[in-house]
């Protein structure tokens, strides 16, 4: 299998399931090439608890991704979660040097916004810039250019801890792979899955995995908020298991199959089959029990998401409503759970905005992995695809230039 320069590829490690997606960056965009999806047995709420477990779910995941690609995977951009993960805003001020504001400015003013007292066993993941202020302008995307003598950059920084940090490197070295960059979840789905005309008016996304919700809060077109709860579908399936006593696989399956959170939804004479545990005969009971499981779960994580953004400060601006995203977001029924707990326009996020196998990927439980490949895409068109072009365009260019010499 040959390596290409122009080649993506996302690890998302989930508390469920690892995923691998492998994106190739075109002049026209993004194709989803290869997926490779292993189930997660050494995570608990996003966070690494057996190594060699986790490093067996990667392998399995990139055998499958390059079988499906035809490439060879030798770097990945990864995404991390977990109830560590810890967001705060700050601001760096800088003088101007020639009155005039340059890149060097920026990049000081936004070194100086790092001067923050964090603890030796946390670690700088994103310094996100949100907006910039020259003199007394504020609300400035691009500061560049602007005349002024004091340039000051609000930003969003994003810590971890570093052993859970450590720990996904190690994870994923032992497979022989380099990590290109690790990155938050919620902001890489946020790639995938958000306009930019909903960055602009106010959005939050809630990004509900297996094991932790990641939240993203979004205005004037920059991320203002980010938080991890330490809650998702593994809740739903443990009380689906317990109230219908049944095995935690079979839960899985009847909580993707028939699971409901809002029970208004489901009609009254529907039943379902559940196996029963230690060999006894399936029983057939009532999907409205079911809903009567799963609907106070849902309702509780999404309360504990509504709670954090109104601690955030940010709940009145959001025009754009929210955004749903994850693998439990297919739930049926969710949205108009939402809906009543936010009282604003809720939708179902899948990711956008590529070619490949769109059929495949496009899935709510897909977001991170493809928001993780746009996010690495970013890297490679400013500096990468220019050598992938070489590549790409390299022996026309050397045809013609030889052509020229012959007859000129």
């Not at 390059?66 to 951009?77: D, K, R, T």
């Not at 995995?209 to 077109?221: K, L, M, S």
């Not at 109104?310 to 601006?317: L, R």
């Not at 490949?356 to 897909?366: A, H, K």
Request: proline residues 3%; negative net charge.
């Amino acid at each position: 299998m040959a390596r290409k320069a122009n080649v993506i590829v996302g690890l998302d490690l989930g508390t469920t399931k690892t995923c691998v997606i492998v994106g190739e960056v075109t002049l026209q965009g993004i194709d989803i090439i290869g997926i490779g999806s292993h189930p997660s047995e050494g995570l608990r709420k996003g966070v690494v608890v057996n190594i060699e477990s986790t490093v067996e779910a990667i392998k399995h995941a990139v055998d499958e991704a390059e079988h499906m690609s035809g490439c060879e995977i030798s770097s990945v951009y990864a995404g991390i979660a977990g109830g560590h993960i810890k967001g705060q805003n700050s601001l760096g001020i800088v003088a101007v040097k020639g009155r005039e504001v340059d890149e060097e400015d920026v990049q000081r003013a936004i070194e100086a916004s790092k001067a923050i007292a964090i603890p030796s066993d946390r670690e700088i993941l994103h310094t996100l810039p949100q907006n910039f202020i020259v003199d007394d302008q504020d609300g400035i995307r691009d500061p560049v250019g602007m005349s002024g003598v004091r340039l000051e950059a609000k930003v969003h920084i994003v810590t971890g801890a570093a052993t859970s940090i450590q720990n996904i490197v190690k994870s994923v070295n032992r497979v022989g792979l380099e990590i290109n960059e690790i990155v938050l979840e919620q902001i890489a789905s946020s790639e995938a899955v958000l306009s930019s005309d909903e960055k602009d008016l106010g959005v939050a996304l809630i990004d509900i995995g297996g094991g932790t919700t990641d939240i993203a809060v979004f205005t004037e077109g920059s991320i203002k908020h980010t938080a991890v709860l330490p809650a998702g579908g593994n809740y739903l399936t443990s009380d689906i298991a317990t109230g219908l006593r049944t095995p935690l696989t079979e839960a899985e399956k009847i909580k993707v199959r028939y699971g409901c959170a809002f029970s208004a939804l489901i009609a009254k004479d529907e039943t379902i089959e559940v196996p029963s545990v230690g060999g006894r005969e399936p029983r057939e009971v009532s999907r409205q029990i079911l809903g009567r499981i799963v609907e106070p779960r849902m309702e509780e994580i999404l309360t504990m998401a509504y709670k954090e953004i109104v601690k955030s400060g940010y709940e009145d601006i959001l025009a754009a409503g929210i955004v749903l995203t994850g693998g439990t977001a297919l739930l049926e029924g969710i949205t108009e759970l939402a809906e009543r707990i936010f009282n604003m326009p809720v939708r179902r996020g899948s990711p956008i905005g590529f070619g490949g196998l769109t059929d495949v990927v496009n899935s709510p439980m897909y977001a991170t992995g493809v928001g993780l490949v746009f996010h690495g895409s970013k890297h490679l068109s400013r500096d990468t695809l220019k050598k992938g072009g070489d590549s790409l365009f390299g022996d026309v260019l050397k045809k013609i230039k030889k052509w020229f010499l012959e007859f000129f």
